[in-house]
């Protein structure tokens, strides 16, 4: 939907609509979908702006609006990567640390083993 709008418009300031659309895709935690996501984004942004300069449309005002528009688009997809990598990282951290500590002696109140690392039997 985002393509048919962005290559129909005749408003310069459309890019921003895919801004909520980028958070969304964050809760899936797939660093992998969010970098094709990413991808296609950027690369939309980039046609938009070469063929809005060469041929007027898309709502292409000047080279510095189209020069913005890039930018920010790249900065928030480059923001968005590094969200969803750090949101992977942690959720695959915490389901080991769960594994971990599962079905074991109670020794503490998570019912965790010295060998199991985790803060609470270090603090012991």
């Known amino acids: ?3 048919v709008i962005l290559f129909t418009t005749t408003n310069n300031m459309l890019f ?4 909520p659309m980028i958070v969304v895709i964050s809760v899936y935690n797939d660093k992998a979908y969010a970098l094709k996501v990413n ?3 950027v ?3 980039l046609l938009v702006v070469i063929l809005g300069a060469t041929t007027g449309r898309f709502g292409f005002r000047d080279m ?3 020069v913005i528009q890039i930018l920010a ?3 928030f997809c480059a923001y968005s990567y590094i969200a969803a990598a750090t949101s992977e990282t942690n959720s695959r951290g915490e389901a080991a640390a ?3 500590c599962a079905g074991r002696d109670r020794k503490g109140s998570r019912g965790c083993l010295p060998e199991c690392g985790c803060d609470e039997t270090r603090n012991q």
Do not use: A, P, Q
């Open 1 to 3: 939907m985002y393509t």
């Open 16 to 19: 921003l609509y895919v801004f």
């Open 39 to 41: 991808i296609g984004v």
């Open 43 to 45: 690369i939309e942004n």
């Open 64 to 66: 510095s609006s189209g």
């Open 73 to 75: 688009v790249l900065l």
């Open 98 to 100: 769960g594994k971990g």
